[in-house]
Structure formats: structure tokens, C-alpha cells
């Protein structure tokens, strides 16, 4: 198992700059990054999966500097290691969720080479660990959001990598399935892989993450556990609203008070 | 119904559209002569009707259509969209003005490949225009209206060509030839054909397994290790080489691209790399089928190819621009 390291890393996207000095996410880990809109924390994912090539800075996988850098640089070895999930975007066609979730078998083929049984036993566990074998032959527009974002998940799930990166899987989710979501993906993190995921939800995030990072103006204020981390202090600059922590029997809850300077 | 299944009917269809069309045209035969002929036997004027005149017809309709089912499900899977058929998307009327330049300029006879070739360059040019202007998911209308630019600009060209054109029986045979048919054609034609249509059809099929990730949108298909740009010019390169072959043989048949791949599309579960040979089939099976028509509907001169297939196929872009575009407008 491998976790994945960004080091000096400066781009420009639009009006942000983003700068971060040294990030690391281990493996066996789940870790959050949250923070304001326009904070960098989507571009930031796209320089972790490689889909964009910062201005300077490296990316690469932990195992062996130079080699963990290499396989990162190459397209397909890197999707074997490495599975990504953007915010969602409409399907240009409504395949079935069999099909979708065997995308994820791609980066172990060539042009003309046909998936084989191995690939199949991939794609069906996965159908399975994440509880849609039921829809595997239905159409994807078909389903319900949850069941929907349970299928993309099943995606990542079936190239069988180490690092995982999700970008706001839990979106316009209701609640059941946002728990859905975040639980398959701490399974993933206990069975030793690499997770990151951005999200908007700090109690989701503080409720599952082992480490979080709050990013802002394109740069990582704060990260460590949630529980140092997620501070009125440290939010309150950030996302410009007073927040309580609030002690309950279930844990600490941040609760959004009002906006900063009323 | 299973891909392989599927394929086989199509297959078996095809044939059967094939051995039915050896049956049409002017001169009647009947069942026992095509098999009195396909026996090395049988009337001697049948035989050569049979095997110079149809036989070559049938053959180029068969890879014509192939091409342009393939061409349109290639080029509605790199797009994204349902509307993308290279000649409502003007490369085939650009490589017909490749075509009219090379015969115009009299580089060459129309029996040479410098004329298939001259309309790959021409149609290349209008598919990385148009994967310039419309290439990253854009709006259905936006591509149409992009297309339509790029085919009104080589309509023009073609325009200008048959202007100055000082003798007036080639152009006419120029403007005949751009209706689009596969009436007359020999084994040369179909020689002229091959090339060009085998290698893009190559590069079609070989880039195929990405369609699918592209589903899923330019990000996801790069993590999964496609090389993007790598893609798009295969693609821009095989749709160019197949339809400048067709087009400077067959002149403009629109429409088959845009059919074919509806037609298969929910029988294969909308896979777009499983949508393309189950197209390029149909898109053969259409046009011999529409080439038979062609022979058998009374008339005075007989119907030209395209002509009846844009009768057959706007109805159908006029259903799909409606359903698409409220599509659209809901997501």
C-alpha cells in the first residue's frame, strides 16, 4: 500500500494561487479537506490525481522517490494505483451500472484486449461491496441519487488501487446515503488504502476523517486530526460565520451561528 | 439481447439485404439466376449484370454504408452526443470540396487516389476546426451551429469551384456526383474505396474501448489512463481517411451516420464502444437497402442514393434535435 505526497507545489488557476509546501496523505487514512468556495480544493484534487501538471512543485507516489514519481507520470500505471471521482456531471449516455463500474478495469487493458474473467470477478465484488448488484443491469439514469453515487463509488472500487480521491461524493445526497458513502469509503481507509475526499460537511468530516485539512485562498491553513483542527478559533477567519462546538452524547457538533460581524 | 447475438443478426441481415439487392434494377432476374450465376452457369448477359454492374454497386454500398454507421457512432461517442454525424457536421461536404479541388486543379483523373486523398486532407481540416470550436462537451445547438458553419463554407468552395468551371458538362457531372450514388461504379471504384476506408475504420475500431470512459467525462477518462489528445486525432484521422474514401466514390450520403447508431444504441444498453460495429452493420443494411429502393421505385431517372436518404433521415434529426435539446434544457 502506497499513500501519496504533493511537495512544493505552485499554480495559478484563474485569480487563486495555489501553494502548498508539503502535503501528505498516508496510507490507512481517510483524510477531509474542506473549506470555503474557491478555496482551490478541487484544483487541488485534480494536482493529487494528476489530471492537472502544477506550474512547479512534484507529485508521487510514497514507495521509492524516484520510482513512486514515475509510475505517477504514467497515465496508465498511475490509473492502476490511483482512482478518481469528480463532482458529478451528467452521463453523455445512459449505459447499464454493469458497464459503468467495468470502466474501472480499463487501465489494466489495451486497445483490442476484451475484460476477462478476473476483471469480471473485479467488477461484480465491487457491485457487491458497495450493494447495487441488484442494478447492475439497469440504466444509471435510472436510479436514485444515492443509489447512483453508490454505483460511481463501485467504479473506483473495481480498479482495485491504493490511493482513492473523491471530490464532494456526497453532494445533494440525503442522509442515509451520505453515511452510505462516507462508511465505503472508511472501509476502504481500514483495509490499509489511501483515501482523500473533499467535502462541505465538517460534521461528516469530523465524523469520519483521520486527518483534515482546511484549505484557504488556495493554501492548507490547518491540517491534523478533526478534533484540533475544527476549532470556532481556526473556522471562524475561514468561512467568515461564528460557530459553537457543542458537546453532545454523540459527539462534537459544529453548529453555523451567524455570519462574522453582525 | 447479447452483443455477440446481435452482431451475428446484423451479419445474417446484411446478407440477406445483399443477396436481395443482386435482385433489383431494370433488368428482372429471378432467385434461380443469381444462383444459376453464383453456380459458374446461367445466362451469359445476366452473368456479367450480375457481376460488373451489381456486384460492384452492392459491394460499395456495403462498405459506403459500413463507413458512414461507423463514422457516425465514432463521432457521437468522442462528442458526446447524439447529434455528431460527420456530414451534418460538415466533413463530408468538406472532403467533397477536397474532392472537386483535386479534380479541379486536374492533379488527377477521377480514377486515382489522389482524389480519396485530397478529401481526407479536406475533411481532416474540418474535424479538428470543428473538435477546436465544439470538441469539449458543448451544447447540442452549439455543435450543430458549428457544423453547419464548416459545412456552408466548403458548400461554398464547392460553389466557387462549379463557378469558374469552363466546361459545363463537368460541372454538372460535379453537381450530379455530389447528390451522392453508387449507380455506375466498378471495381475501380471500389479499389479506390478500400484503402482508405480500411485504415480509418482500423483507427476507429482501435480507439473504441475509451469511448466508454469518455461517458464519464474528459477528467475521468484521463484517470483511467486514456490519453485524450492522443484520442482525438486518431479519431480525427480515421473519420477523415473513411469518408474522404467514401465521399470522392459515393459524393454526399448524409444521414446513415446519424440513423444507424439511434437504431442500435438501445440494443446494446447505449455502450458506446459496443454502439460502433453493430452501427457500421446497420449503416451497411440501410444503404443497400435504400440502394435497392433507389432501383425499384418507378421513375424516369433513377432517384440519387443521398437524395432519398436525407428524405428518409431529416424526419429523424428533426425528432432528435427536439428530444435532445429539451434534454438539454432540463440538465
Wanted: hydrophobic share 50%; charged share 15%; glycine share 10%.
Amino acid at each position: 500500500m502506497t499513500g501519496l505526497h504533493l511537495s512544493n507545489i505552485n499554480h495559478a488557476i484563474g485569480d487563486i494561487r495555489l501553494t502548498v509546501e508539503a502535503m501528505r496523505f498516508a496510507a490507512g487514512q481517510l483524510t477531509g479537506i474542506v473549506g470555503p468556495n474557491g478555496a482551490g480544493k478541487t484544483s487541488l484534487l485534480k494536482i493529487a490525481a494528476g489530471l492537472m501538471t502544477p506550474v512547479q512543485g512534484v507529485v508521487g507516489f510514497d514507495d521509492g522517490a524516484e520510482a513512486g514519481q514515475l509510475a505517477f507520470r504514467d497515465g496508465q500505471q498511475r490509473a492502476r494505483r490511483l482512482a478518481y471521482l469528480p463532482q458529478f456531471q451528467p452521463l453523455a449516455w445512459p449505459m447499464s451500472c454493469r458497464d459503468v463500474v467495468a470502466l474501472g478495469r480499463l487501465p489494466y487493458h489495451g486497445d483490442f484486449a476484451n475484460l476477462q474473467a478476473e476483471d469480471w470477478r473485479h467488477v461484480d465484488a465491487a457491485l457487491a461491496r458497495c450493494q447495487v448488484e441488484g442494478f447492475a443491469t439497469r440504466a444509471i439514469d435510472q436510479l436514485s441519487g444515492g443509489e447512483r453515487a453508490r454505483v460511481l463509488i463501485a467504479r473506483l472500487i473495481a480498479s482495485d488501487p491504493q490511493v482513492y480521491l473523491l471530490d464532494e461524493p456526497t453532494q445533494s445526497l440525503d442522509p442515509a446515503a451520505q453515511l452510505a458513502v462516507m462508511g465505503l469509503m472508511q472501509q476502504q481507509a481500514r483495509a490499509g488504502k489511501t483515501v482523500v475526499m473533499v467535502l462541505h460537511d465538517l460534521n461528516l468530516a469530523a465524523r469520519f476523517c483521520d486527518q483534515v485539512v482546511i484549505m484557504h485562498n488556495g493554501h492548507p491553513a490547518h491540517m491534523g486530526p478533526p478534533q484540533d483542527v475544527f476549532t470556532p478559533a481556526h473556522l471562524r477567519p475561514i468561512f467568515s460565520v461564528n460557530m459553537a462546538s457543542i458537546e453532545t452524547p454523540h459527539g462534537r457538533i459544529l453548529q453555523t451561528l451567524d455570519a462574522e460581524g453582525r | 439481447m447479447s452483443y455477440p447475438r446481435l452482431t451475428l443478426i446484423l451479419c445474417l441481415s446484411l446478407g440477406v439485404a445483399a443477396l436481395a439487392s443482386f435482385l433489383c434494377g431494370p433488368v428482372v432476374s429471378r432467385p434461380s439466376d443469381l444462383l444459376a450465376w453464383l453456380g459458374g452457369n446461367g445466362d451469359a448477359h445476366l452473368n456479367i449484370i450480375f457481376a460488373d454492374i451489381r456486384a460492384p454497386r452492392i459491394v460499395l454500398a456495403a462498405i459506403t454504408g459500413f463507413v458512414l454507421g461507423l463514422a457516425g457512432a465514432a463521432t457521437q461517442g468522442l462528442l458526446r452526443n447524439p447529434l455528431a454525424e460527420p456530414s451534418l457536421l460538415g466533413a463530408s461536404n468538406a472532403a467533397a470540396l477536397g474532392a472537386v479541388i483535386a479534380i479541379y486543379l486536374g492533379l488527377s483523373g477521377t480514377l486515382s487516389y489522389a482524389v480519396p486523398l485530397s478529401a481526407a486532407l479536406a475533411a481532416l481540416l474540418s474535424v479538428l476546426l470543428l473538435l477546436v470550436f465544439a470538441g469539449r462537451g458543448v451544447s447540442s445547438v452549439r455543435l450543430i451551429l458549428a457544423g453547419f458553419a464548416v459545412s456552408a463554407l466548403a458548400g461554398a468552395g464547392i460553389a466557387l469551384a462549379l463557378n469558374f468551371s469552363t466546361n459545363i458538362f463537368a460541372a454538372l457531372e460535379i453537381s450530379f456526383w455530389l447528390l451522392g450514388a453508387v449507380e455506375n461504379r466498378s471495381w475501380h471504384h471500389v479499389a479506390l474505396v478500400l484503402p482508405g476506408s480500411l485504415i480509418g475504420v482500423g483507427l476507429l475500431l482501435s480507439g473504441g474501448r475509451a469511448l466508454n470512459a469518455l461517458t464519464l467525462g474528459d477528467d475521468v477518462a484521463a484517470s483511467l489512463g486514456v490519453r485524450l489528445n492522443r484520442l482525438r486525432w486518431r479519431f480525427a484521422l480515421g473519420i477523415a481517411l473513411a469518408m474522404g474514401a467514401v465521399v470522392s466514390v459515393t459524393g454526399v450520403i448524409g444521414f446513415i451516420g446519424l440513423v444507424a447508431p439511434h437504431l442500435v444504441r438501445p440494443l446494446v444498453g447505449h455502450n458506446p464502444h459496443q454502439s460502433l460495429i453493430p452501427s457500421a452493420l446497420m449503416g451497411a443494411i440501410l444503404l443497400l437497402v435504400a440502394d435497392s429502393l433507389v432501383r425499384l421505385l418507378p421513375s424516369q431517372q433513377e432517384l440519387k442514393l443521398g437524395v432519398l436518404t436525407a428524405f428518409l433521415g431529416v424526419p429523424m434529426l428533426l425528432y432528435l434535435l427536439r428530444r435532445t435539446t429539451t434534454a438539454d434544457a432540463v440538465a
